[in-house]
């Protein structure tokens, strides 16, 4: 997919719809929300958060709303994409300029504002991943209390770091070699990748 940088290119990009996503685009920037692009499609933000985007497909066109799961819906007009997938966002969809009701369209842009001012949003769940540490981090602790300790207070992403680095050397000799390495920096309580965070 073409790297999109402006409202225009993507609208020159899909002729086929060109009028259709400016009348949208229309409704939408008689609003106080700020035009950008985000992942090469026009999206718009109230104070940096993204409220709703517009898209062009083959067969079709849309309004997006981020967290449209809030939204009343009173004519129907919301869809899911992705049905047990997707939990906050909702399309609206269209085949052809006749399907574009300006007013429900509006009526729509504007509680989605307001439901972005009240802080209305599901924000996504990023599963923890476990720690999973391995045989020769485990025989180190063994023999020395302090790096037991020192790994314990580390958070789980630094304790994650560790462990993925030794299990990851295919070689005991490397596996060893990098035991040594970290094991001063786990008791200093610094994560394997900290120095490049700070950059």
Known sequence: ?????????????????????????????????????????????????????????????????????????????????????????RQMRFDSKTDINKAAVLNYVKESIENQRLGKEIKPVRKAKDVIIPTELEVAFKGNSQLDSSFKTLTPGKQREYCEYIAEAKREATKQSRLEKITPMIIQGVGLNDKYKNC
């Not at 990009?13 to 929300?33: Q, V």
């Not at 066109?61 to 997707?86: M, P």
């Open 1 to 89: 997919m073409k790297k999109i940088h402006s409202v225009e290119e993507y609208i020159e990009e899909n002729p086929h719809f060109a009028e259709e996503l400016t009348i949208l685009r229309n409704i939408i920037n008689d609003t106080e929300l700020e035009e950008t692009v985000k992942w090469s499609m026009p999206t718009y933000c109230l104070s940096g958060k993204n409220v709703l985007g517009i898209g062009a497909f083959k067969n079709h066109f849309c309004l997006w709303f981020h967290q449209g799961v809030f939204l009343k819906d009173e004519h129907n007009l919301l869809i899911n994409a992705q049905e047990n997938k997707t939990k906050a966002l």
